[in-house]
């Protein structure tokens, strides 16, 4: 079964390091989203692709956050300098859908949970 | 914006007893609906959805949820749980009209099976 892939798992790092997040979405899925999850909370959307372009990052912290989807597959989420309110999970997931009023189901990884020291 | 409310954080019962997780949304138009189940150290899975047509819709592991347009609510309902059950379950909406568009998800409830 396709499955949305993320890497690394865990990654324990201290503040002001930098840090980055692999995603690998499934395979003919157009639109990819990165979302943080707070310990206790719910995911919050961070950024969303369609192809390689960016459609959402009004929550993106630009100031320390990046993302890329360069070649419209997989992606990077980084971090510099990673601060001690970082520490979350950060999940990816992907979806084919593209339709108006036929929204495709959001796929997600297993996320990369983030502890910063 | 959109928003959603997960009226419990916390709901223990008992193997074999009924549960409901309850969800509202802040929407007064048209709305996709959802739930979403995590399972610790795992990412979310989807248990069930309300695109549109009947207002009670079902999942494969015996969760019901029934979309209540009056209430603005989607709760989530199962008549007998098992152990296994056990997870953080997230009720989410998105928009209709807006192909892509991303999901906006509760704080979720953690559901915890006791034998």
């Known amino acids: 079964e396709a499955e949305v892939a993320q890497s690394p798992r865990y990654k324990i790092t201290e503040k002001s390091q930098a840090v980055a997040f692999w995603c690998d979405p499934i395979s003919g899925h157009a639109t990819l989203y990165w979302y943080r999850q707070i310990l206790g909370q719910g995911p919050e959307l961070l950024v969303q692709f369609q192809d390689e372009s960016v459609v959402d990052d009004s929550q993106l912290p630009k100031d320390r956050f990046s993302a890329e989807r360069l070649k419209g597959v997989d992606s990077t989420l980084k971090i510099q300098p990673a601060e001690l309110g970082d520490s979350a999970m950060y999940l990816c997931?992907?979806?084919?859908?593209?339709?108006?009023?036929?929204?495709?189901?959001?796929?997600f990884g297993e996320g990369s949970r983030l502890t910063v020291l | 914006a959109q928003s959603v409310t997960q009226l419990d954080s916390q709901v223990p019962v008992f193997e074999e007893a009924p549960v409901e997780l309850r969800c509202n949304y802040s929407?007064?138009?048209?709305?996709?609906l959802f739930w979403y189940v995590q399972y610790p150290n795992q990412g979310l899975q989807l248990l069930l959805k309300?695109?549109?047509?009947?207002?009670l819709v079902e999942s494969i592991n015996g969760f019901e949820a029934e979309f209540n347009k009056s209430q603005t609510s989607f709760h989530l309902r199962k008549p007998s749980v098992h152990i296994s059950d056990t997870a953080e379950y997230f009720c989410a909406v998105s928009d209709p009209y807006q192909a892509g568009t991303a999901l906006i998800f509760g704080k979720g409830t953690t559901l915890s099976v006791s034998s």
């Open positions: 997931a992907s979806s084919s859908g593209l339709v108006v009023g036929k929204p495709g189901e959001l796929f």
């Open positions: 309300y695109l549109s047509g009947s207002t």
């Open positions: 929407s007064s138009v048209s709305v996709y």
